[in-house]
């Protein structure tokens, strides 16, 4: 057990969804699914995309390339145009589109053509849908954008955002990502999401401006293959680097019980990442003594347990009006470092904490290094699943309903 003393400081369900199951959310207690109902066709459905850094009260730069259309949500046709080049602003009386105002507060514009929305400096495929929100004043507070695109597209979007899809060698790790990715958006979704962010909250999701060719090829060669246990979707987290060692999901917190695909596997040494030194500033301690009600600064953190890979399962925070037990990965997203394998911890004079560790993410499932040393060893993709998802099966989403007990 390692100690840490700080130095006290003085002063809707979207209609996508396949299978209606009882999905799993981080640290609470989960299912992997029951009895399930096929609603629609995956190739033709859409993956509903948050585009966090444009959903905002800011005006957004908007290029609309050729014919494109402005569509109520019952279908009905507002406007039709031809090549836009503006802002999409709120106003008090809503949205206007350059110089025209939008009627309503929710509605989709729909290009005719493949890649032909520009958010910013950013080409999209798909459909953007937009959602104005009113304050209690009943005046317009901020947009929420969406883009709405077929699975594969979308798929292709996360593994040039996930990886480095220009490192020789690694074309199986991005078939191996490319499985994984679609595993985990069908699995959020089957589980009641209303939508997928497109940051690191679910996965990160790239426009059409970073696509290389080894990604297309990843996609396209693994097209609607996913990862199953027990004929059930499996909960295919990944992460960046684990250290030498990947977690058990259920000792982490993420699952209630053990799933054999998910009690963690050894990392290939080529894998292994440098040390980093991460500093908290005090102020982020002070928030999360604030947050669970344990006083106005941390005092002390105790490392109660750790797994064989040297990662914090869990730990205690101390205030000076109590105290409150977390798990490891929680108290990771509270403090900001890259991962939860902590090496050293060493007070600051100024309230906040210095930490060294090792490894990147959350470390449970397919590790994006090691999946690269992998396959630049030869391996296939399968091999490299197999290795991360021991016992998971690789099938098609086609096969869902055939699947069902």
Not at 296 to 308: E, F, G, T
């Amino acid at each position: 057990m390692n100690t840490a003393k700080f130095l006290p400081r003085f002063a809707g369900l979207f209609a996508f969804v396949l299978l209606i199951w009882t999905a799993s959310r981080l640290h609470d207690s989960q299912a992997l699914g029951a009895r399930g109902i096929p609603i629609v066709d995956l190739e033709t459905a859409e993956i509903p995309v948050r585009i966090e850094k444009w959903s905002t009260a800011r005006p957004i730069p908007l290029q609309l390339l050729g014919e494109w259309t402005l569509v109520a949500p019952n279908g009905t046709t507002l406007h039709q145009g031809h090549s836009f080049e503006g802002f999409l602003r709120l106003e008090p009386d809503g949205a206007h589109l350059g110089s025209w105002s939008v009627s309503i507060d929710r509605f989709s514009l729909v290009p005719s053509g493949d890649s032909g929305l520009r958010l910013g400096s950013r080409t999209y495929r798909g459909r953007l849908e937009i959602q104005v929100y009113r304050d209690n004043k009943n005046l317009p507070s901020k947009f929420e954008i969406q883009l709405h695109l077929p699975i594969e597209d979308y798929i292709l979007g996360v593994v040039c955002g996930e990886m480095a899809t220009r490192t020789e060698g690694g074309e199986e790790a991005f078939k191996a990502q490319a499985i994984a990715a679609r595993t985990y958006a069908l699995w959020r979704l089957a589980g009641g999401r209303q939508s997928l962010s497109d940051g690191p909250a679910d996965q990160r999701f790239e426009s059409v401006d970073f696509e290389t060719q080894s990604a297309r090829d990843a996609v396209a060669s693994t097209r609607g293959q996913v990862l199953l246990w027990n004929r059930r979707l499996l909960p295919a987290w990944y992460h960046a680097a684990p250290g030498e060692q990947t977690s058990n999901a259920c000792d982490a917190g993420f699952l209630q019980k053990d799933l054999p695909p998910l009690v963690g596997s050894e990392e290939p040494q080529e894998a292994w990442e440098p040390p980093w030194t991460f500093v908290v500033p005090f102020e982020r301690l002070d928030a999360l003594a604030a947050e669970h009600n344990i006083g106005a600064w941390v005092s002390k953190i105790q490392l109660l347990k750790r797994d064989k890979g040297g990662r914090i399962l869990k730990a205690r925070v101390d205030g000076e009006n109590g105290s409150v037990r977390l798990f490891g990965e929680q108290l990771r997203c509270a403090l900001g470092p890259p991962s939860a394998l902590w090496d050293r911890l060493q007070p600051l004079p100024d309230g906040g904490l210095e930490i060294q560790g090792r490894g990147r993410g959350h470390g449970l499932g397919l590790s994006q290094r090691g999946a690269v040393a992998l396959s630049q060893r030869g391996l296939s993709c399968s091999a490299i699943l197999a290795h991360y998802y021991p016992g998971a099966e690789i099938t098609s989403y086609h096969r869902f309903p055939e699947l069902l007990p």
